[in-house]
């Protein structure tokens, strides 16, 4: 199933979508960190301070959140069409079972589908 997965092109882009999504929060954030610091080095008052620092804590917070709430909805109907994709295949095929890996203590070869599953992820 991992194997799939990650050859499925809507994963691989959904994970490059996360990676540029967290950069840019994570840019963010470190601006926010920056001002904190120059606001520091201004000569400002503990309260100033105490305030910009439960700003920025409250910030990262909600940054955290949004982007996992957003991957983890965008995930699991990733997860949801290659389920229902390997689904489609077997009844297709004939198959009267399919095995998630880490369930197989051994299988040969000749019955291991992923190989068809990834060309049909690719249609």
């Known amino acids: 199933m991992q194997k799939v997965t990650q050859s499925y092109y809507k994963w691989v882009d959904l994970q ?33 301070l105490s ?24 995930t699991n109907q990733i997860l949801d069409e290659v389920k229902n994709k390997v689904i489609e295949y077997a009844k297709e095929n004939g198959y009267n079972l399919v095995l998630y890996e880490p369930s197989v203590i051994y299988a040969d070869e000749l019955v291991d589908i992923t190989p068809q599953i990834i060309e049909l992820l690719k249609k």
């Open 51 to 74: 305030q910009k620092q439960k700003e920025l804590e409250t910030r990262v917070s909600e940054y955290q959140k949004a982007i996992q709430d957003e991957y983890t909805q965008k």
């Open 16 to 48: 490059e979508k996360y990676k540029n999504d967290l950069q840019y929060y994570q840019n963010k954030i470190n601006q926010m960190k920056q001002d904190f610091e120059n606001l520091k080095k201004s000569g400002a008052s503990t309260e100033e």
